[in-house]
């Protein structure tokens, strides 16, 4: 994407899509018994079951690098996976 202004000479333009970097969460549909899969509060998807949804988000996030972030029935945060380019990856005490 493009600013209103020319890059300085001898630059890139450095293009990212505006959804990259956000995280990838999946939440249980409020009032329903399905879950759905958001990133930069966008919904991308409905699922019927919380495994599904969780392997449309981590396919998500695979692609534009980011994190996905699991909910549980209440809410809370159940776990969070990286799969982005993290030079000092803290140990991942879940899996």
């Given amino acids: 994407m493009r600013c209103g202004y020319a ?11 505006a959804r990259r970097s956000h995280d990838v969460h999946v939440s249980r549909n409020p009032g329903r018994t399905t879950w759905k899969v958001t990133q930069n509060g966008d919904k991308i998807s409905n699922h019927r079951t919380q495994a599904a949804a969780v ?21 809370k945060i159940r776990s969070k996976d990286s799969y982005g380019n993290d030079p000092n ?3 991942d005490r879940e899996h």
């Fill in 7 to 17: 890059a300085p000479e001898g630059r890139k333009w450095k293009v990212e899509m």
């Fill in 55 to 75: 392997e449309r988000a981590t396919a998500e996030a695979r692609r534009d690098r980011a994190d996905v972030v699991t909910h549980g029935r209440d809410g």
């Fill in 89 to 91: 990856p803290p140990r």
